[in-house]
C-alpha cells in the first residue's frame, strides 16, 4: 500500500523558516515524482512545488521561487520542501502526493497526483 505522512509543520513568525518532510512508504522515490500542494482557508488547494525523481528537474509556484526549495533524501524515501522568508499569505496546510513525473510546464495538477498525504498545518504569523 502507498502511504504518504507529511510533518514539520507549526507556527512561524514572518521572515522565518520551516522545513516540511514527506515520508513515503510502498513505493521508492527514485521512480516516481512528488508535489507538494497547499490549501489555504476558504481557498482552492494550489500546486507549490514538484520534483521530478532523486536528481530531477524542480518547479516552484511563482509566488514562492526563491524562497522555498524542495529536494529527496533517497535513502530515507523522503522529500522535503525547505521554506525560508516566510510570508503570513503562505499560511495553509501542505500536502504531498506522488506522480509518474512533473509535467514539463512545471504546472501542477491535481488529477495527476495520487496516493495524497493528510497534510501538516503552516501558520505564519507575528
Known amino acids: 500500500e502507498v502511504q504518504l505522512v507529511e510533518s514539520g509543520g507549526g507556527l512561524v513568525h514572518p521572515g522565518g523558516s520551516l522545513r516540511l518532510s514527506c515520508a513515503a512508504s510502498?513505493?521508492?522515490?527514485?521512480?516516481?515524482?512528488v508535489g507538494w500542494f497547499r490549501q489555504a482557508p476558504g481557498k482552492e488547494r494550489e500546486g507549490v512545488s514538484c520534483?521530478?525523481?532523486?536528481?530531477?528537474?524542480?518547479y516552484y509556484q511563482d509566488s514562492v521561487k526563491g524562497r522555498f526549495t524542495i529536494f529527496s533524501d533517497n535513502a530515507k524515501n523522503t522529500v522535503y520542501l525547505q521554506m525560508n522568508s516566510l510570508k503570513p499569505e503562505d499560511t495553509a496546510v501542505y500536502y504531498c502526493?506522488?506522480?509518474?513525473?512533473?509535467?514539463?510546464?512545471?504546472?501542477?495538477?491535481?488529477?495527476?497526483?495520487?496516493?495524497w498525504g493528510q497534510g501538516t498545518q503552516v501558520t505564519v504569523s507575528s
Open positions: 502526493a506522488a506522480t509518474h513525473i512533473c509535467r514539463d510546464s512545471g504546472a501542477l495538477v491535481e488529477a495527476d497526483f495520487g496516493s
Open positions: 510502498g513505493f521508492t522515490f527514485g521512480r516516481i515524482a
Open positions: 520534483i521530478s525523481s532523486s536528481d530531477g528537474p524542480t
